[in-house]
């Protein structure tokens, strides 16, 4: 439970960031401050359930890596979305391509857990198709990473030698 709520919080904190106009790393130090007030006081979480250091690591290396790579990322999701300009999308189904694909591409995950993690958080948070646009846009994502059927996994040539060892 603490990795989908911990996808959750990097969601929430990517939203607030956009939406406020503010830089990402900031938004989070601010998100991070607060919890730790809410521990300290007892009071009810702002953000969902209180995580431990674990699942906020976790988050954190979620926006780390997306403010990283966001020109990629980005375009990655330009080029895979048709029909569809990031101003005419909902904010929401947004933000939830862009925490899926970080973790798809930099997190440890198999990228099957980040799809279904984010189908979850566009019919939580999103609208009435919000859970079968975000599914189409990652499954697309990544049948395009892993080729047509029976090609060679990327980054593997055809003889079977992995050129990244």
Sequence with gaps: MGRRQARELAFRTLFQSERGAEPLLEV???????????????????YGDILDLTDLAFSEQLLKDFDSHREDLDAELAASITGWSFGQMSQTDLNVLRIALTEMRYGSEPPEVAIEMAVRLAKKFGGDESGRFVNGVLAKLLR?????????PVGVAEDGDDPRL
């Design 28 to 46: 989070w130090r601010s998100v991070r401050i607060e919890q730790d007030e809410e521990v300290e006081e007892g009071d009810d979480a702002v």
């Design 144 to 152: 395009d990473r892993r080729g047509p059927p029976n090609a060679a």
